[in-house]
């Protein structure tokens, strides 16, 4: 039974492993004031082509999303979202917790336009309801689609014309700077964004997410904040040696663009078999609509998850490769594919 339901089935990657023995004897000072954790800070500072941006890296995609958005806003502010966006759909009301409305509209690609933003502005005229302040994206989004340079500018002057913070999820931002069709760069998003972060949960590190503040206001007490909501890790040198080495001789882009070669293999196999897809991703998830009775016989050796029914005979289901899927894997799973079909 071979699992294609996510990018984090597996533990993380040798040479991250490696780092975090060797240095596991030393002793390190506490709650992410270490130098490993200083040494990445400076190496994701070279790639952003930033030096006046605060970093802090965080366990979690949920916590570092509720700690940013619960932040950046004033009681009575809000923050829009695509309809199919992380913290809207599978988050479990943790911004809401924080006393802060997730205002959605639908996107049929996962993302975001400044004529849908416009939309929810055009709602919230008056003190009569909450005022919209933040964008939340994400890069790749739920569905495996992703932000052009020409998308992401187009959204920055928007947001810095209405007053509005952007933020960018990065949980996938890996498989979204080595994907075929990207043509964005760390160094575009830290000038293009006022918020976000590099994904290493599901990018091949055991966990955390480097935050990247690039607007002063979002910079104050960001530490507090941190403390308040339960996310400082006392040993955080374990989350400082992860990125240190994630940044160190290009592993991060190297992981994510095994997990892309890999979907892209999925994908050809798809197409070659005449399948449809839900979305269309060159990223390491992939969406194929296929027949109920062939998901069935496919769900014998293999794990993936069903995004939504599409008939009563046809379903659209996700595939997520990974930094460690196995290229032998995925290869059986076409051979297998094709002679179901």
Known sequence: MYCFNNDYSEGAHPRIMEAMIEASLDQHAGYSMDTHTEHAKELIKEEIRRDDVDIHIIVGGTQTNMITISAALRPHQAVIAAETGHINVHETGSIESTGHKVLTQPAPDGKLTPELIQKTLDWHTDEHMVQPKMVYISNTTEIGTQYTLAELEALSRYCRQHDLYLFLDGARLGVALTSSINDLSLAD??????????????????????????????????RFMIKQKGAMLAKGFLLGIQF??????????????????????????????????FSDSATNQQFPILPNDLIEKLRENYQFQNQQAVDADHTAVRFVTSWATKEEAVRQFVEDLKKLV
Do not use: W
């Open 244 to 277: 240190e080495e994630l940044f160190q001789n290009h592993l991060f882009y190297e992981m994510a663009s095994h997990a892309n070669e890999m979907a892209m293999i999925l994908k050809k196999a798809f197409v070659e078999c005449g399948f449809a897809f």
């Open 189 to 222: 998003i830290a000038r293009l964004t006022d918020v976000f972060y590099i994904g290493g949960t599901k990018n091949g590190a055991l966990f955390g997410e480097a935050l990247v503040i690039t607007h002063p206001d979002l910079k104050p007490d960001f």
